[in-house]
């Protein structure tokens, strides 16, 4: 099993849809939660970072933890045709390791 | 202030061979970590340096290695390439204490026939 799921997509939904992505865990050690957006071609940046259990909104994004469920989530609303991407989850373990574990990423296409 | 750069972006080598790949750090950034991405899969942790020492190590043979000068930029090595290797390479740099943003460079595509 791995240590971290993610459904790969592809998720097609039509401009202004709420987007849903989801990551299932299965290591409780783990602290730090991550989202990060892949454009084709290009390297992965951050757009959320959570630390414990909650709900953390940025914008457009909105990203929930529950550590209960070993469950993360992350929300998009008015989603536009920009943010046609793949969504990679990441988490890590905490202090005295920089080992991130990255989920395989949902490639998501917002249709105009 | 610059962020991450690779290099080469592109490359094609043949099995056996040895590959050196280059990234230069975000401007502050102490600690480099290299990641393997094969296609439609998520980045895999292959090791990471700090103070020019390895500092942690994935699940990644020995024909794997690095340096980092320093200036904290770096450098992946792999001997004996393997059609497997082919895979995009992430190099991501951080400040010391950082636990969460990875400021990932553009990558290096490898392509091993």
């Known amino acids: 099993q791995k240590e971290v799921e993610q459904d790969p997509g592809p998720l097609s939904v039509p401009e202004g849809a709420i987007v849903s992505l989801n990551c299932t865990y299965s290591n409780s050690a783990f602290q730090y939660f991550m989202w990060y957006r892949q454009y084709s071609r290009k390297g992965p940046e951050l757009l959320m970072y959570t630390y414990s259990s909650g709900n953390k909104e940025d914008g457009r994004f909105t990203a929930q933890v529950d550590k209960s469920s070993k469950y993360i989530s992350l929300f998009i609303r008015d989603s536009q045709p920009s943010d046609s991407a793949t969504y990679l989850c990441?988490?890590?373990?905490?202090?005295?390791?920089?080992?991130?574990?990255f989920g395989t990423g949902t490639r998501l296409k917002v249709l105009a | 202030e610059t962020g991450v750069t690779q290099s080469p972006t592109h490359l094609i080598k043949t099995r056996g061979q040895q590959v050196t790949l280059r990234c230069s750090s975000q401007?502050?950034?102490?600690?480099v970590s290299w990641y393997q991405q094969a296609l439609g899969q998520g980045p895999q942790f292959i090791f990471q340096y700090y103070r020019e020492e390895e500092n942690g190590r994935g699940n990644f043979p020995p024909r794997f290695s690095g340096l980092q000068f320093p200036n904290y930029s770096s450098e992946l090595n792999v001997n004996a390439l393997e059609l497997d290797d082919s895979a995009l390479y992430l190099c991501a740099s951080h400040t010391e204490g950082n636990t969460g943003e990875l400021f990932f460079g553009e990558g290096s595509r490898l392509t091993v026939l």
């Open positions: 401007s502050g950034h102490n600690t």
């Open positions: 990441a988490m890590l373990r905490g202090s005295g390791t920089y080992k991130y574990i």
